[in-house]
């Protein structure tokens, strides 16, 4: 036989050898991941006893000790160093609104709620000098006196593009920076497009869970509708008057936060140093009033599909181990403002340039049983693996069906590509937002008999094959040339 003949028949050989072990892997997912054991999880975390498994309730820890219970079971090992098991707890806040006030600028007086509403619960008697600071940047108080005077600011910046963001990320640091440069109160006009003032209110008349970053106590912060008030358009333009502030505060309540990770170490002794994340929240809105008898928000869609999905995923490769090591996340308070997931990915219990790709699984529901969806698609070099490893169980892959509405950013996958971590969301098929989606979506409809486990059988089989496929790849995942992420990739794992 030729070089040239031997040489053929060898890549023949290896080529087959690569189908065998795909095709087994395919098998032995179909005998491991079963309709029966998911819905065992789906009846547990979805109950009616665990309320809506609220961010802060005793049910969101009984999910979080079965979530680690499971991990024991199935031979999931805690993070190495983690001084507390498989959990991370960290520091979160009840803001309870403060419910009167107002702001004056010279003689006019601004209405709370017609005018004002408050971002945090710190209350406030002030009287004196005010004054304008533009965005409040740093910048901008460099600039600016504002030592003893309330100080106003523009909400947001000129990059802004998510208004509810701005106010929940980027207002705290102006309060840091106000409060630094000794100023006594912040309000923030509401100058950004995409918000009505009545969603402002609705927002934040109701309370609110926050991360508490900073053990120190932050100033008096309220955000001002952007009125057509001649006083306040003279105010900017001069930028000082007089004035004052009022605030009726309620101190905020501690609340501990618990993400639960585990993980599975890789077989290869150098892709092994590299870890792909699964992730998923498993908290969802507890219980509300509504116009139904119904007032608990059982969340079997939102997002105990994805919680499960995880917890196959890690019983399946804890079983048969892919070349990386995979970390699994289930974050908390998703729901809250992905608050688990950015803490996770400012307090990482292993380095962030390990991680080299994050699975999330999050979805409000599906009405397209024959794909599955990815908020991601041509965004990553993953594509592929998701598409093959959904073919192999009978379904095509969708991508966003909504980009007017932003969803990549709105789960905790966005928390990883922030950091440069490239991400994709794997859910259940979306293929528009239509009433029988909504019927669903943070509703008390939303209960395990309602499911079709037939199609979520193949999805979850779909997702556990996903992650095989991308943790035991020799190539590395990537952002596609040109994403909006990329550059944040380059900064966190430079020349690779």
């Given at each position: ?15 087959a ?26 009846t547990?975390?979805a ?6 498994r ?18 024991i ?41 017609e ?21 409040g ?10 030592r ?25 640091v102006?309060?840091k ?84 990770a ?7 002794a ?19 009033r ?16 994805g ?13 048969h ?23 996770y ?59 007017e ?14 950091k ?58 990537v ?18």
């Amino acid at each position: 036989m030729s070089i040239q003949k031997s040489l053929l028949f060898l890549a023949c050989m290896l080529l087959a050898g690569a189908v065998f072990a795909q095709k087994k892997i395919q098998k032995n997912i179909e005998k491991i991941v079963t309709a029966p054991d998911a819905l065992a999880h789906l009846t547990f975390l979805a109950a009616d006893e665990m309320r809506g498994r609220d961010t802060g309730s005793p049910e969101i820890d009984m999910a979080a000790n079965y979530l680690k219970t499971q991990f024991i079971q199935n031979g999931i090992a805690p993070v190495d160093g983690n001084s507390n098991g498989y959990f991370q707890d960290f520091p979160m806040e009840k803001i309870i609104p403060p419910v009167a006030g107002s702001f004056m600028l010279g003689g006019t007086s601004f209405a709370w709620k017609e005018d004002l509403m408050p971002l945090n619960g710190v209350g406030a008697n002030l009287q004196g000098d005010v004054v304008f600071v533009g965005y409040g940047n740093p910048q901008d108080f460099e600039t600016h006196d504002v030592r003893g005077k309330i100080v106003v600011a523009l909400a947001g910046s000129p990059e802004t593009v998510r208004p509810l963001r701005a106010l929940l990320r980027e207002s705290p640091v102006k309060n840091k920076l106000a409060a630094a440069h000794g100023a006594l109160a912040l309000v923030e006009v509401m100058a950004l497009q995409g918000m009505p003032w009545a969603a402002v209110q609705s927002y934040f008349s109701a309370n609110r869970i926050v991360l508490k970053n900073d053990p120190s106590q932050p100033l008096p912060h309220v955000v001002l509708r952007n009125s057509e008030s001649p006083a306040l358009k003279a105010f900017m333009e001069a930028h000082q008057a007089k004035g004052g502030l009022e605030v009726k505060g309620i101190p905020s309540k501690p609340i501990r936060g618990r993400n639960v990770a585990g993980i599975v170490r890789g077989t290869d002794a150098t892709l092994s140093r590299q870890w792909v994340v699964v992730s998923a929240h498993y908290d969802h809105v507890g219980v509300k009033r509504n116009d139904t008898p119904d007032s608990i928000y059982n969340g079997a869609r939102d997002n105990a599909i994805g919680t499960v999905a995880l917890l196959e995923t890690a019983r399946f490769l804890s079983q048969h181990p892919p070349k990386r090591s995979v970390l699994f996340l289930a974050f908390t308070a998703e729901e809250k403002g992905l608050l688990g997931s950015e803490w996770y990915v400012n307090h990482p219990l292993m380095p962030l340039e390990k991680m080299v790709f994050d699975l999330n699984c999050d979805g409000g529901g599906y009405n397209d049983t024959s794909i599955a969806t990815v908020v991601a698609l041509n965004r990553t070099s993953v594509d592929k693996q998701m598409q093959e490893a959904c073919a192999a169980f009978g379904l095509g892959l969708g991508g966003d069906p909504a980009p007017e509405q932003t969803l990549y950013d709105r789960s905790d996958n966005a928390s990883f590509a922030l950091k440069g971590v490239p991400a994709a969301n794997l859910s259940p098929g979306v293929k528009t937002f239509d009433e029988g989606l909504m019927k669903y979506y943070h509703q008390p409809p939303d209960e395990v008999g309602s499911l079709d486990m037939t199609y979520l059988e193949k999805f979850f089989r779909a997702f556990v094959l996903t992650t095989f496929r991308i943790a035991d790849d020799k190539v590395l995942p990537v952002w596609i040339k040109g994403d909006k992420y990329e550059e944040a990739g380059k900064k966190l794992y430079g020349a690779r």
